[in-house]
Nanobody, 115 residues
Framework: QVQLVESGGGLVHAGGSLTLSCAASGTNLSIYPMGWYRQAPGEQQELVAVMYSGGQTIYADSVKGRFTISRDNAKNTVYLQMNNLKPEDTAVYYC?????????WGRGTQVTVSS
């Protein structure tokens, strides 16, 4: 069973930065895609970024140029560096890992950006 634990959320002023971390346990995820989703109050869940085992990345248009996803396979951890944060980035951020046909989710970490 895969377990994902996010950390690094918090309150930041607009223009600030945060780095989210997601530590995985239960299996080595180095060959599987890992990513981040977010959900704002009253909004649908949306993909923020995903990184595949070969290093390929996909970003939501709204975060391109501001967010960077990375992973440390030795630590079984994925990161999301968020720069130039905007109030519209306020959401609960969830880490995901897709293992074969199953998607695992963390419990989420709150990111709040004040204007």
């Amino acid at each position: 069973q895969v377990q994902l634990v996010e950390s690094g959320g918090g309150l930041v002023h607009a223009g600030g930065s945060l780095t989210l971390s997601c530590a995985a346990s239960g299996t080595n995820l180095s060959i599987y895609p890992m990513g981040w989703y977010r959900q704002a109050p009253g909004e649908q869940q949306e993909l923020v970024a995903v990184m595949y085992s070969g290093g390929q990345t996909i970003y939501a248009d709204s975060v391109k140029g501001r967010f960077t996803i990375s992973r440390d396979n030795a630590k079984n951890t994925v990161y999301l560096q968020m720069n130039n944060l905007k109030p519209e980035d306020t959401a609960v951020y969830y880490c995901t890992a897709r293992v074969m046909l199953v998607t695992f989710w963390g419990r989420g970490t709150q990111v709040t950006v004040s204007s």
